[in-house]
């Protein structure tokens, strides 16, 4: 419970520290296509690493803590694949990064999925 707490705050530092940047120190140096894809990059990050406090706070509270802590990590792992992929090709422009970025995606959903089971389990 505590460790989710914990990343999830790191998360959400991180996010924040990466949107200022990319809107201020990369405002200059990533075209229109690449300020999108790196913005997408920060909402996601930022979207779940609420979500790792949420589960976090569930945890604590949850008979079956130890599903919500999985569902967590598959949250920060779809973290640091999707939205660590699209930060990646938005400053790199390796458009081979973008195979990576799916991944994360279903490792997001794979993690709401466990979530969901935590929850109906109570």
């Given at each position: 419970m505590s460790t989710m707490l914990m990343l999830g705050g790191i998360m959400l530092f991180l996010a924040v520290a990466l949107g200022a940047f990319g809107a201020h120190a990369l405002k200059e140096?990533?075209?229109e296509s690449q300020q999108k894809t790196y913005?997408?990059?920060v909402l996601y990050?930022?979207?779940h690493g609420l979500g790792l406090v949420l589960i976090g706070?569930?945890?604590g509270m949850a008979q079956h803590a130890s599903m919500a802590v999985l569902a967590g990590w598959f949250i920060f792992?779809?973290?640091l694949l999707f939205s660590g992929s699209l930060y990646a090709l938005s400053l790199t422009g390796i458009r081979k990064l973008g195979?990576?970025?799916?991944?994360g995606g279903v490792a997001f959903?794979?993690?709401w999925v466990l979530f969901i089971v935590a929850a109906a389990q109570g």
């Open positions: 140096r990533l075209n913005q997408t990059g990050h930022l979207v706070l569930y945890a792992a779809g973290m195979a990576i970025t799916p991944l959903l794979a993690g």
